[in-house]
């Protein structure tokens, strides 16, 4: 489908997959991740998608442009485990055209 | 030993559903939740935050939802045993199950619901190496005696409003609180972060920020804590202290549960939902977000429904071959085991001149 971008998502075993994120239905990286189960059930997206609870951190590996972190992952990725310059929180990513060949790395579980 | 018809694990909203839904059959429920208050991840997570998909609540606060849970299901008086993790279970030879809490509380009833959501909440632990060696030797991740840090010097981590209130709440008890966080600015309550700011300047916390707590020094007990801070040019230094209480939040996890001989696939328990929502042991249901079926949805309404037919289910377990049908709450009311009874008001019969 045209509005499908391809992502490379790293899984926390070293494992990296190809997988097509749809544009068009309003996911977030986090949702795609658990729409592929790519992360076991549970252990990923435990809030929601609020962005209070760190599970679904990720490091991004490609230089893609993304949407600037605002307060509230910031906030939550200071409190977190295993931070790295380039965490995320994939909840907070949402999927556009203009992700096109995003490569990111599943952070540990915590 | 606490006896009751239904034994809950979570007293989240479908733990809080299920007593209404039993209360209408008559039976009694008690509920077992880790947190000390009922809720769940409502009231933990996001209780400031809307839900939009509560049926007939265009937008609820989780709270508010607990809150109107809770006046719903008063009038069947459940028990509750708060601040407890469901432990083990022992199945009876009258068929009954026994669960014992963390505590050593113990509950028996001829049905076990879980409604334990993603698990029971436990605190994150910071990834400090030799952190382990030190728990309850002067590393506690809660505080549950505030008294025990009288005259002791502490050492509180964390950026959040559990951090915040602690530091305040010690500041009056401890010989010293320093509150350490890596970056300069807290998410909190804002009269927290005021509060905070008033205690530091007035010289009764010392705060320490960008900072980390790296180490752990001490023989026995804990001694110090080595802290990094990164203002300006990075230094090591040591604190000493007596107790290192770091607050990172909680994180659930199935914990105990997932050692009772359940079938579990994907971190929840497997039902069958084509019927009542039994797991894999008679006697012992599983409903809202910690069970699992084809099309399983995590959604609260889906389980008040569960919650509801798993009544029906737990009824003909408790009352074998005993006659029953549904009754609607228009119909006949809703009579309380506190002795109150709500109903529909009569129609009038007059006739008009």
């Not at chain 1, 200071?78 to 060949?101: H, W, Y």
């Not at chain 2, 549960?257 to 006697?283: F, M, R, S």
């Amino acid at each position: 489908m045209e509005q499908d971008i391809n992502i490379k998502i790293t899984d926390r075993d070293g494992v990296t997959h190809d997988v097509l994120a749809p544009t068009d239905m309003a996911m977030n990286l986090m949702e795609v991740v658990r729409s592929y189960e790519l992360a076991p059930e549970g252990t990923i997206g435990i809030c929601g998608g609020m962005a209070m609870c760190a599970s679904c951190q990720c490091y991004v590996l490609s230089d893609t442009a993304l949407p600037e972190m605002q307060d509230d992952e910031e906030a939550m990725l200071s409190e977190a485990f295993d931070v790295k310059e380039n965490s995320r929180l994939g909840c907070q990513i949402q999927i556009t055209p203009e992700m096109e060949g995003l490569e990111v790395e599943l952070a540990p579980e915590s | 030993m606490i006896k009751t018809d239904i034994l809950i694990i979570g007293a989240g909203p479908t733990g809080l559903f299920t007593v209404f839904e039993a209360g209408l059959l008559k039976l009694k429920c008690h509920l077992i939740d880790a947190l000390p208050q009922q809720g769940g991840q409502c009231s933990e997570l996001y209780p400031k935050k809307p839900i939009y998909d509560i049926p007939a609540y265009p937008e609820i606060l989780a709270g508010d939802l607990t809150h109107k849970l809770m006046e719903q299901c008063k009038q069947f008086e459940p028990g509750f045993t708060l601040g407890e993790r469901a432990e083990t279970i022992e199945k009876q030879e009258d068929g009954s199950f026994i669960v014992t809490t963390n505590k050593g509380t113990k509950h028996q009833a001829p049905v076990v619901a879980i409604a334990g959501g993603l698990g029971s909440f436990e605190p994150r632990k910071p990834l400090i190496h030799n952190i382990a060696h030190f728990e309850d030797k002067g590393v506690e991740y809660m505080i549950k005696e505030p008294e025990m840090y009288r005259n002791k010097k502490v050492v509180i981590a964390g950026g959040g409003d559990s951090a915040l209130d602690w530091s305040i709440y010690l500041s009056d008890i401890a010989s010293e609180v320093t509150l350490i966080h890596r970056r300069n600015e807290f998410r909190g309550h804002l009269d927290s972060v005021e509060k905070v700011q008033e205690l530091k300047n007035a010289g009764k916390i010392n705060l320490i920020t960008p900072a980390e707590v790296i180490g752990i020094v001490g023989d026995k007990n804990v001694k110090a804590v080595v802290v990094k801070q990164a203002q300006h040019i990075e230094k090591e230094f040591e604190i000493q202290c007596d107790h290192f209480i770091p607050l990172f939040g909680l994180s659930p996890k199935l914990g105990p549960i997932a050692n009772w001989g359940l079938e579990i696939e994907k971190n929840a328990i497997k039902v069958n939902n084509a019927l009542d929502y039994q797991t894999n042991i008679p006697g012992i249901y599983a409903i809202g977000d910690v069970n699992t079926y084809p099309g399983k949805l995590k959604l609260i309404l889906c389980g008040f429904h569960e919650a509801t037919l798993m009544c029906q289910s737990a009824y003909q377990i408790i009352n074998p071959g005993k006659r029953f049908v549904l009754k609607y709450t228009t119909v006949s009311g809703v009579n309380g085991f506190d002795g109150t009874r709500k109903e529909a008001p009569k129609a009038v019969v007059k006739k008009i001149e």
